[in-house]
């Protein structure tokens, strides 16, 4: 009993075998490497024999409302991409460190890390010993240069009167008509000429005085002679006098001038001084019309605008000439720095469009390359391609990791479809072609592809109207068709 038992349980067994092996046996497996049309799925009708499902067929309706959308197959071009590592960096051109002008001690720190300035806008106020000392000494060299132009104009003034008083001396006016002319300003020149001038008058009068007493037979011909001598060296002393004059107010007026030259040129020392320890010519203008303590104190200032990105300066802080205080970038215009392999630096040239994703975040756009290295790194044997990106909202951030896709290659072929025609089926690839019966599959042998698009080698020709879009909706039917459901026919 118990061994018919068992011949029963096997036999049963057995049976549920078959009856899953049927089952899932109903479409066969394609083999080999070659394309070879699909063997039709078997399915078993009751009191029938097993049909041959190889197409499914859908109504004008039905595809449109499944969304299955025919092509003509037919040529196209592929865009060969590579995809390279890549990091958002601040465009170096723009970089700007900003350091002290003067050693000293910082009294006030004004921005920190991070913060945006503005072109001249204060980061720090500097004290600084060495600058008070320049400010001083450019103060008295201007005052110095101030009493020098004061005396030049002095000199001006006596040297142009005392040569209209020469010039009017020459016509040998009165002493009358002189004491009525007023020639301005000319210290001791004017003193001399006159003495000597009234001197050669005086001689001049008496020679008149001792002609009319000599016809008068009241002098003798001695007093005459001796009348004469002295108007003659009266004469003398009065050319010797106007010589004497002229050069000596020249002389002086050239040594004014010579004094006001200097007194500028040590001005002018005195501020190219100034200036290379950063002051702009506003603060030399103000210098010295405020509090004098101001004077070792000056204004750490942004030479552009942009994003303090470094900062080494806390309150208190001994600095000097050497220190980088600030770092500042302005960052709407930033570089991205792409890893270019050595199997790939043959196609990536300057002027190949890119575009640029930021890796775990959705941010996408558009490039170009505009500089490679003309060599590679000896440790990673890459090279960099720089891609010159517009940031004027900020959202690349100097740091981030991207990804840079550039177009390497375009191939025209005779046949490419889009990748969404393709499908898999009993591990091998297949396109959907229509057919009289309906849509069928085709196994298809693929080459070349990118992004979207693949290349066709052989399993359908130039001109086959093939499922486009949706073609796992088909896909899904043929399959639902081989249990005996669906559209399949």
């Known amino acids: ?177 002189m004491r009525k002319k007023d020639f301005g300003e000319m210290g001791e020149a004017r003193n001399r000429l006159v003495s000597t001038f009234a001197e050669f008058v005086f001689a001049r009068e008496a020679l008149e005085m001792e002609k009319k007493l000599f016809r008068e037979k009241v002098s003798s011909k001695a007093d005459l002679l001796e009348a004469e001598s002295r108007l003659k060296k009266a004469r003398a002393a009065l050319e010797t006098a106007r010589e004497s004059v002229a050069f000596e107010v020249k002389r002086r007026l050239l040594s004014a001038r010579r004094a006001f030259q200097v007194a500028e040129f040590e001005v002018k020392a005195a501020e190219r001084k100034l200036h290379v320890l950063g002051l702009d010519d506003k603060e030399l203008e103000n210098l010295g019309k405020g509090d004098d303590r101001d004077l070792a104190c000056y204004f750490l200032r942004a030479p552009e605008k942009g994003v303090i990105t470094a900062k080494h300066l806390t309150r208190g802080e001994l600095v000097t000439g050497e220190d980088r205080l600030f770092t500042i970038a302005d960052p709407r215009l930033v570089w991205v720095r792409l890893t270019i392999y050595q199997k790939d630096i043959q196609a990536v040239r300057p002027g190949k469009e890119v575009v640029v994703r930021g890796d775990r975040v959705s941010l996408e756009t558009k490039g170009r390359i505009t500089y490679v290295t003309p060599f590679l790194e000896e440790a990673t044997r890459t090279a960099l391609a720089r891609v010159v990106l517009s940031n004027e909202e900020g959202k690349w951030k100097p740091g981030m990791f991207v990804t840079g896709s550039a177009l390497l290659e375009e191939i025209r072929l005779p046949l490419l479809l889009p990748k969404s025609a393709l499908l898999e089926m009993e591990g091998r690839k297949v396109v959907f072609v229509e057919t009289p019966e309906g849509l069928e599959p085709r196994p298809v042998k693929t080459g070349r592809e990118d992004e979207s698009s693949v290349e066709i080698l052989e399993g359908i020709l130039a001109g086959q109207v093939y499922v486009k879009e949706n073609a796992f909706v088909v896909k899904a039917e043929l399959q639902k068709g081989a249990f005996g459901e669906g559209h399949s026919h």
């Open 1 to 177: 009993m118990c061994k018919w038992n068992g011949m029963i349980w096997a036999a049963g067994g057995a049976a549920a075998c078959l009856a899953l092996l049927w089952a899932f046996g109903a479409v066969r497996p394609l083999r080999g490497d070659s394309p070879q049309p699909m063997e039709a799925p078997h399915s078993k009708k009751a009191g029938g024999p097993a049909e041959h499902h190889q197409a499914v067929k859908f109504s004008p309706g039905e595809r449109k409302e499944f969304g299955i959308t025919l092509a003509e197959a037919g040529p196209g071009t592929l865009r060969i991409t590579r995809d390279f590592p890549g990091e958002v960096v601040f465009n170096p051109e723009t970089l700007v460190h900003v350091v002290a002008r003067a050693p000293g001690i910082a009294r006030e720190v004004k921005k920190e890390l991070g913060d945006p300035v503005k072109k001249g806008e204060v980061l720090a106020v500097i004290e600084s010993p060495a600058l008070g000392a320049a400010k001083s000494e450019y103060l008295a060299k201007k005052r110095m240069e101030a009493l020098a132009r004061a005396d030049r104009e002095r000199a001006e003034a006596v040297h142009r009167n005392t040569l209209k008083l020469l010039d009017y001396l020459a016509g040998f006016p009165s002493l009358e008509e």
